[in-house]
């Protein structure tokens, strides 16, 4: 007889959770992993996939409007939300049985329903059974934040929106971070009026300043109205169903949709970790070392319950260092430098490494090179957006140590010029290097 149920129980069948689960079952382990909601968790059910389509569809607006600059001619041209909301629905439906099938074909026992920590190695489900595993790994993700105010309750989250019954024309955002410039940027495409209100005059904190005010620029181009110092104080839903939005120091805004992207919290709350003694930080997560493991010899965490990066790879990474480390009898940690990131705003901008005023503040003599041009698609399209690239250079060592980019595909193209400023390529490697013609990347080898 074994000692206990399973070798691991994971809580939570999301990006980290899913990783490490079957990489541990490849490595021998008996494990199972309990869902409350859906299998995939946020990435894949409401969050950077279903995101991404949207990013996709309301492009589409502006590509159909150049198509007619160049020659073609399109029909009558109407947009049904319905339709778009329905594909993504059915897109995240097929995705949830993949990753279902994931865990099948690597054996690992799955339970849909809530489970919570009843001691060291002893999970609780939603319905009573309790489990005992040697191991518990807790990578339950995180949550939106709702702040407090009157009339909160109107508004709705990055968990609501990709199901909003009626497409909203006026939306008021408030946030001015990632999930609100995306959001902001799909609406204002799809033919609403977007208006993001903020508590600062800050928009997208860690990127680097030179790429922010240029997306503020374009997206105000765009007709996305911001209004900055002015948190939202009270909505009211008024007789036809419409809300009104005060903010402070402003005109109310009537809106039919108001959408609250201000963080996402560690989702620990009932999570029961006090009976296996562990203590949560400030912001509700847990604390873990640099192997992922709790103050509890027996649990570990990954991804955004332990609040040290939001972002789906990295949890995919943690959740496979984790199972490498236990089950793999191979320890290991992963690099937090160098993580490259991206925000689907519309233009996108993505960045990897220092940004100017983070090297600056860490002491680092820098170089800054930059280009700002006007990117061929939009020259074809009579379009007067401009690209900006901005590469920060350490003095001493001539090592590129910041890429930050805003403009058409700059995800995608940041992608692989990460590679080059996590291998520590300097300046002189970029210059060597011959431009590929014409393209938008070749800026990065181009900057003198
Ligand atoms: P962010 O942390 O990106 O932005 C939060 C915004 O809300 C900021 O503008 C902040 O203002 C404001 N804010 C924070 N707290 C309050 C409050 N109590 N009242 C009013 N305003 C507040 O959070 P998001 O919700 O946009 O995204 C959550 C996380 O999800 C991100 O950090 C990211 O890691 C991840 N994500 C990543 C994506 C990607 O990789 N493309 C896409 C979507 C999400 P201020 O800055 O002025 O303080």
Not at 129 to 145: D, F, M, N, Q, T
Not at 365 to 372: L, R
Not at 417 to 426: D, E, M, N, P, S
């Amino acid at each position: 007889m074994a000692e206990f149920d399973y070798d691991l129980f994971v809580i939570g069948a999301g990006s980290g959770g899913v990783r490490a689960s079957r990489i541990a079952a490849g490595h021998g382990a008996r494990a199972a992993v309990a869902e409350e909601f859906r299998v995939g968790g946020t990435c894949v059910i409401r969050g950077c996939v279903p995101k991404k389509l949207l990013v996709y569809a309301s492009q589409f607006a502006e590509e159909l409007h150049d198509t007619a600059k160049l020659g073609w001619t399109i029909g009558q041209k109407s947009f049904d939300w319905a339709a778009l909301r329905d594909f993504v629905a059915s897109d995240v439906d097929r995705l949830e049985r993949a990753y279902t099938s994931t865990l099948d074909n690597n054996k690992v026992d799955h339970f849909h329903e809530r489970a919570t920590i009843a001691g060291p190695n002893t999970v609780r489900l939603a319905s009573g059974r309790e489990i005992s595993a040697k191991y518990i790994l807790v990578a339950v993700g995180a949550w939106p934040v709702m702040p407090e105010f009157p009339g909160n309750e109107h508004a709705i989250t990055s968990n609501e929106v990709f199901h909003l019954e009626n497409f909203p024309k006026r939306v008021v955002i408030q946030g001015a971070g990632y999930i609100a410039l995306e959001f902001a940027g799909i609406f204002n495409a799809l033919g609403a009026h977007v208006t993001v209100v903020n508590r600062s005059d800050k928009i997208l904190r860690s990127y680097d300043e030179s790429l922010t005010d240029r997306l503020l620029t374009m997206m105000r181009a765009r007709g996305v109205e911001f209004r900055f110092n002015a948190p939202i104080e009270s909505i009211i839903k008024q007789s036809d169903g419409s809300l009104c939005v005060n903010t402070k120091g402003f005109l109310p805004i009537e809106a039919d949709a108001v959408l609250v992207a201000t963080g996402r919290k560690p989702k620990t709350p009932g999570l029961g970790l006090e009976n296996a003694g562990i203590e949560l930080g400030p912001n509700g997560q847990i604390p873990v070392d640099e192997y992922n493991a709790t103050s509890c010899p027996s649990i570990y965490a990954v991804g955004d319950v332990t609040d040290r990066v939001q972002l789906t790879p990295v949890a995919i990474r943690e959740g496979h260092a984790f199972a490498d480390t236990v089950f793999g009898g191979k320890p290991r940690t992963i690099a937090y430098d160098h993580i490259p990131s991206a925000v689907f705003s519309q233009p996108p901008l993505a960045g990897v490494g220092l940004t100017e005023a983070a090297a600056r503040a860490a002491g680092h003599d820098i170089k800054i090179y930059t280009s700002d041009f006007r990117p061929m698609k939009n020259m074809f399209a009579t379009r007067a957006e401009r690209g900006f690239y901005k590469l920060i250079v350490d003095t001493a060592t001539d090592k590129v140590i910041g890429v930050h980019m805003i403009g058409p595909d700059a995800p995608e193209i940041l992608q692989a010029v990460a590679i080059a400023v996590k291998a520590g390529l300097t300046k002189a490697d970029f210059d060597d290097t011959v431009a590929l013609h014409p393209s938008m990347a070749e800026e990065l080898v181009l900057m003198r």
